[in-house]
């Protein structure tokens, strides 16, 4: 994993040419602050001139993944058919943010070699905060209800999360500012050509 420079050049914003679109791939725990970071690097990269879209993995749950459960097949069907419109919109131009827990490496490896072999760029970010950080955050609550006993499966916790071997990217947002975690993501896309 190579060491990027954070300093925005002078000049940030692509061209009007600029049509690589790319699929950038959050994956880790609940509470990880994977969402944030997505909405907040989609801001920027829109405030340059790029086409982006947030596939939040919460919300095609009650869209295009609302027949699925938890287990290990369903989670691995979920990260397919996301994977499949990321990689639809990708190769069109657009750079796709996905926030999603895929907790399983084989899944995540499958949707990046389509990518590969379709020709669209993916970019594998493990947003990789600890699990304690991830309880005392609980956004939604979730480590509340497992720890009550209302909720079983908790990815982490009950349930496994397979951490990426060779991410793109590692970033534990803990201690960091939602600013700076950006800034780390958009220094990665800028030396990849997508940002």
């Avoid at 999360?161 to 600013?179: F, K, Q």
Wanted: aromatic share 4%; net charge negative.
């Amino acid at each position: 994993m190579t060491q990027i420079p954070l300093t925005e050049p002078a000049d940030a914003r692509p061209s009007e040419s600029t049509t690589r679109g790319a699929t950038v791939w959050l994956t880790g725990l609940p509470s990880a602050g994977k969402t944030t970071l997505a909405r907040a690097v989609g801001v920027r990269l829109e405030r340059a001139g790029r086409r982006v879209e947030v596939l939040d993995g919460d919300d095609l749950r009650g869209h295009l993944t609302s027949d699925l459960g938890f287990t290990r097949e369903d989670r691995d069907t979920n990260v397919s058919r996301v994977g499949y419109v990321a990689r639809l919109l990708a190769r069109n131009g657009v750079v796709v943010l996905v926030p999603v827990i895929a907790p399983y490496a084989e899944a995540r490896d499958r949707v990046r070699a389509e990518h590969e072999a379709d020709g669209a760029d993916f970019v594998q970010i493990h947003v990789a905060t600890s699990l304690d950080v991830c309880a005392e955050r609980d956004v939604k609550g979730l480590y509340a209800k497992q720890r009550a006993g209302e909720l079983h499966g908790l990815t982490g916790v009950d349930d496994p999360y397979e951490i990426p071997e060779r991410p793109d990217l590692r970033l534990d947002t803990a201690g960091r500012s939602v600013d700076e975690s950006a800034a780390h993501v958009l220094a990665l896309l800028r030396e990849r050509g997508v940002a």
